[in-house]
């Protein structure tokens, strides 16, 4: 039986990213973990539930696994679990990410190991693609130096935070992802005249957001050699 590692966010996950890959992992038949930086439950952006943007039938049942899920409502705490021990790593996006996730040192290290032997996968999502930026290999230098990598474009970002940053819920964004992986040495295409984007380079998939969680799902499914369920 293939394991997955599931890294979320306590400041805002967005449902699309985690639940298509969880529900498609679980399908599977595969053993999902699921961990936040301090142990305690993640929080989903509302925005991800909204009916309006997402859909009646979608958010209620979004909702429905957001607060039934018994392995999202007893999550591990990140500082207590070894990539190592699964098959895959994931890394749900959302705009939250930028505050935890992403910054987290035990994170970081967790993508960092998934990648580095010939047993370990990572999927990266939308936001979370900012983990690249700030996660370093054994040497120092930056794990998604040359690599090919897509997560949130700035086109995007552009389209949801003011002029000084700020977005809708009245935080001020930090950093814009798609700026922060260039200067560590990505090679960045969002792909923005496709409807999904999911790339692949070696161990790392990463995939643009909420739009291509469906084929990162089945590509990770894929790139674990497990047979996507009917």
Not at 211 to 229: H, N
């Amino acid at each position: 039986m293939s394991s997955a590692l599931f890294v979320v966010s306590q400041e805002g996950y967005w449902a699309e990213e985690c639940f298509e890959p969880l529900t498609t992992l679980t399908a599977a038949e595969a053993d999902v973990t699921v961990a936040t930086p301090d142990g305690d439950p993640p929080v989903v952006d509302e925005r991800s539930l909204d009916p309006d943007e997402v859909g009646e039938q979608y958010a209620q049942e979004a909702r429905e696994i957001h607060e039934t899920d018994e392995r999202l409502d007893d999550p591990e705490p990140l500082a207590t679990v070894d990539a190592a021990d699964y098959d895959a790593v994931v890394f749900p996006g959302g705009h939250g990410t930028v505050w935890d996730v992403n910054q987290d040192r035990h994170a970081r290290g967790l993508l960092r190991d998934a990648v580095a032997g010939d047993e370990g996968k990572a999927l990266v999502v939308c936001h979370a693609a900012g983990i690249l930026a700030f996660t370093r290999e054994a040497d120092g230098s930056f794990l998604v130096d040359g690599r090919s990598v897509t997560g949130f474009p700035n086109a995007w970002e552009a389209d949801i935070v003011d002029e000084h940053d700020i977005m809708p819920d009245g935080r001020k964004l930090p950093y814009w992802v798609e700026d922060e992986v260039v200067a560590a040495g990505g090679d960045w295409d969002a792909e923005l005249e496709s409807d999904t984007s999911v790339t692949v380079d070696g161990d790392l998939i990463t995939a643009r957001g909420p739009p291509s969680s469906s084929a990162a799902a089945a590509t990770l499914l894929s790139e674990l050699g497990i047979e996507t369920p009917i």
